[in-house]
């Protein structure tokens, strides 16, 4: 059973920052790929950036490229999500999740394990 918790969350200006953490159980995380998803209400959940499990290969959305920026510390089975020049638009609950590919897929089908998510409001 794998166990992901977000934090991080919060209300910002635009133009803000924020740093989303997710902390995963086990021994084993350094052999997934993990993501960022999100989800605004009334809206598809979304591919926001993926990390390879060695944290060598990244993958981003690209409504936030250059803005965010994913990364892991495998030793402390933390995935982390830096949100910088935050807009309105990035309104949303953030969801990690942990992903069955090699690659970071940007395929919220290649996704098996989901934390409870984080909300992160950025008003205008």
């Known amino acids: 059973q794998v166990q992901l918790v977000e934090s991080g969350g919060g209300l910002v200006q635009a133009g803000g920052s924020l740093r989303l953490s997710c902390t995963a159980s086990?021994?084993?995380?350094?052999?997934?790929?993990m993501g960022w998803f999100r989800q605004a209400p009334g809206k598809e959940r979304e591919f926001v950036a993926a990390?390879?499990?060695?944290?060598?290969?990244?993958n981003y959305a690209d409504s936030v490229k250059v803005r965010f920026t994913i990364s892991r510390d495998n030793a402390k089975n933390t995935l982390y999500l830096q949100m910088n020049s935050l807009k309105p638009e990035d309104t949303a609950v953030y969801y990690c999740?942990?992903?069955?590919?090699?690659?970071?897929?940007?395929?919220?089908?290649?996704?098996?394990?989901w934390g409870q998510g984080t909300q992160v409001t950025v008003s205008s």
């Open positions: 990390i390879s499990g060695s944290g060598g290969s990244t």
């Open positions: 086990g021994r084993t995380f350094s052999i997934w790929t």
């Open positions: 999740a942990r992903g069955r590919t090699t690659y970071p897929s940007m395929g919220i089908h290649d996704y098996d394990y």
